[in-house]
């Protein structure tokens, strides 16, 4: 059983940058790949990018260059670093974890991107 606690959501300006972390419990993070996910309102949820257990990361053709996915498995977190925000960027985020097909998920952090 894994255990997902985001954080760092907010509200920030167009243009502006947000780091949001997810820390997970347990002694295997390291085995596990980590995914991000976005949900607007009104709309599905949506695949951001994910890190593998190796390190290796791919993004959703949406990001074009402006976010990136570390981890940290030190300490058991992966983070997602935004930048040049956009007001479509505005949703909730959520971070997965799985060892192939993501399994668990956290309660999801909220990012407001305006004016």
């Known amino acids: 059983q894994v255990q997902l606690v985001e954080s760092g959501g907010g509200l920030v300006q167009p243009g502006g940058s947000l780091r949001l972390s997810c820390a997970a419990s347990?002694?295997?993070?390291?085995?596990?790949?980590m995914g991000w996910f976005r949900q607007a309102p009104g709309k599905e949820r949506e695949f951001v990018g994910h890190?593998?257990?190796?390190?290796?990361?791919y993004y959703a053709d949406f990001v074009q260059g402006r976010f990136t996915i570390s981890r940290d498995n030190a300490v058991n977190t992966v983070y997602l670093q935004m930048n040049s925000l956009k007001p479509e960027d505005t949703a909730v985020y959520y971070c997965?974890?799985?060892?192939?097909?993501?399994?668990?998920w956290g309660q999801g952090t909220q990012v407001t991107v305006s004016s």
């Open positions: 890190i593998r257990s190796g390190g290796s990361t």
């Open positions: 347990g002694r295997t993070f390291s085995r596990y790949n």
């Open positions: 997965a974890a799985g060892l192939g097909s993501f399994e668990y």
